[in-house]
Every structure is written in structure tokens, then in C-alpha cells.
């Protein structure tokens, strides 16, 4: 737990949206934990409003909801249910989240979201905390955007758009599978130069939790492999591409993010394990001579993101954690390292095909967190 004690100013009052989802239930525990948030309001669809929070849930975490949570009275997920708020988080269903995030940052709410709608929207920083933190930087020429383009019904201080360049804005958080490979490879770009990965393959073995609850049916992923996610392949290069993009600033200083080059084919599997996804990833470099493969180790252990030297509370002291075991990462074994904010980084060799220059086994907590 943190102190209070060190909190330096208060803490900023959260909102949940899709409070009830396996991913809003995972905000509400790492709210209540965390020095500088507080949960204040909750939403979820029609047919949770009005009930408890403690009432409305199927709680399927470990850890209980604490007494002040539970009797939180949950809202419609509307603007005007959360101007209280000085920021909401997003669990919603992606059938739903694209215009309700939208409506939110219009009215000058600020959104941070696990939901895969607004991923792609050039405007949207996709952060992974221990990857690319510096893509904040496109918040200023989105809300540029957002102010000539939006007419709000409603904004938390009335009428009129006049504050939304302050407030408004809209953050995306990657796809589960994309962190584990994103995290080493920006640390390999940060040790031997952006671009340095000129093309991987990457085959997932991912947890049944990844599809939420109740999530893949019992009957088919007992005693099995199903060797195919829906939509997720073609998110794994889409998304990673992105997120090791460069970012840079015209003559006004408004950003914009140039996506890498890196060239991925993914498989996706999805195995019998609870929690924790794993990737085995094979990768050409785009130079030579190849860097040794203790001089990857190094790069992968040494690497130090920006959201450890800025002090996030939540950041994990190693973002990486190097195995030399030669049977691990497991996820069951590893999946809580760092508090689940670590990547876990094994059995890296040279590939002796020669199709390859080394492959990897990447291992790490699916949830995104901020
Ligand atoms: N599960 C995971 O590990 C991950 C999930 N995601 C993404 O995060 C999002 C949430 O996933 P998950 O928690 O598994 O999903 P769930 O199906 O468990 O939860 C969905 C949430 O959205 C709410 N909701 C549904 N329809 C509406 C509506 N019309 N208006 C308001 N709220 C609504 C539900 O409320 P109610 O209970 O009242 O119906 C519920 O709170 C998805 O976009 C998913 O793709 C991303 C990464 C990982
Ligand atoms: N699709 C992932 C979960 C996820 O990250 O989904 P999305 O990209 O919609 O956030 C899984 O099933 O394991």
C-alpha cells in the first residue's frame, strides 16, 4: 500500500466507466490502492443503474471491493453523471465505448481507455507507461482539433466548447498481448537505435482472462489450444507499430506520431491459463553486426523508461526482467513480478536457422495500467 502521506496535492477524483466488466473491477482495486487517485463515480449499462456497485458486480477478483465502493450507487455512463470527476477510465464494451468516450472528452472530461475504438485515431496517444510515455505529447494537437471541430451540447462548466482545450482529452491503452512485445523492443531500439528490429514473428500463447467473464467456454479451452482470437493478429503489428513510432513537432509544436517500419506476423493462440499472456518471438535485426546476445540481455535488463525516472508510483522498478532459467518465464510462476507490471524475458538464443537472428519467450501481465 502507499502512504498518504506523500500524496502532494489531492487526490484526483475517478470515474469508472464499465465498472461492473472484468476491466472496471481491476480499476476499482487499483484505485482504492493508488496515492494520487480516488474511485467517485461508477457506470455501467441500463441494467445496472441505480443498483449498488457492490450489488450490480459479479466480483471476480481475489482481492474484495472495499466497503465505500460497494455502496457507491452505479450511474448511467453520461457526461453529466460525471462532471464531479477530474478523469474517468474506460472498461466498456467496444460495442459501446467509441461514442461514449467521445461524448465524454467533448464535454471536457479526460478519457483513459482499454478499449481497442479509438486505437488507431492518428490524434490518440497508444501508451504503454513503460514503452512510449513521450506519445502524451499529442495531447495539445488533439484538443487543437477537438476545439475546432466540436460543437458540446454540454461541457462541465456550462455552455460552449471554451474549456475543453484545457480538459478534454482522450488516451488509449495497447492491446494486452502488444505490451509484452512492445516493452522489449523499445528497449532494444533505446540500446541499438530506432529501427533497430527491421521484422519479427510472433506467436501468442494468451490467458482465458484476456476474454473477459464468462470468456471462452469451458468445454473448448479445457484440455486444448484454440489456435485462433478473432481480430487480434492483425492488432498485434497494427498496435506495435504505432506504439514505437516517433513522434515529432511541427513549427507550432503540435506533435504527430510516424509510425515504425517494423514488420510483424503474429499467430495468436489462446491456452489454458488464467492469467499472464506469453509471446515466443522471433526477430531480424535491420543491421549489422548483430549485437551479442548478452549484449541484448544487458539492453533488456538495463532499460530504464521515463515513467520510473518521473517517480510514477505504480511503475516497477524493473520493467524487465531478464530470465536465465532455461524453463522460465512461466506465467503462473511469473505473472506477479513487479506487481504484474514487469515484462519477463527468457530463453533468448540465437535462432540457429539462420531465418532469424535470435528468438525470445516474452511473458507478462495482460492488464494495461496506468
Ligand atoms: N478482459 C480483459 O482482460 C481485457 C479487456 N479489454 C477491453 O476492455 C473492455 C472491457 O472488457 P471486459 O471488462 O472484459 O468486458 P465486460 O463484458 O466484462 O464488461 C463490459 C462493461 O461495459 C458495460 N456496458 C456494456 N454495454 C453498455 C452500455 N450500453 N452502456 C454502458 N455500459 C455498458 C458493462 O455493464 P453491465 O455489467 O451493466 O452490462 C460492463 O461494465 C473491452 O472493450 C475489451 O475489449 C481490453 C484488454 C483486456
Ligand atoms: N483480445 C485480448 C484482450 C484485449 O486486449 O482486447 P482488446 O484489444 O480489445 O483490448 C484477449 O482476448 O486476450
Redesign the pocket.
Known sequence: MHSSSAVPFPRKRCGVL???????QRFALLLEAHPYFSLHVV???H??CGKTYGD?VKWKQSTPLAAASAELVVKE?IPEEFFDCDLVFS????S??GG?ETSFVSAGIPVFS???NHRQDPLVPLVVPTANLSHLGLIPAQRAKLKATSIPKSSRNGDGNSDIVDTGMLVCNSN?SVVGVAVPFAALEHAFGKGCIASASITTLQAI?????PGVPSMDIMDNIVPFISGEEAKISSEARKILGSISYDETGLASIQEAAVKISATCTRVPVLDGHTAVVSVRFAQRPLPTIEALKEALEGFKPEAQTLGCPSAPKRAIVVMREHDRPQPRLDRGIEGGYAVSVGRLREDESGVWDAMFLFSGQ?ERRY
Open positions: 464499465g465498472c461492473t466488466g472484468s476491466v472496471g457506470g455501467a449499462s441494467s445496472s450490480a455512463c472498461g466498456l464494451d467496444d459501446v465505448a461514449i482499454n478499449a481497442k494486452c482472462s484476456g476474454g473477459g467473464y495482460q
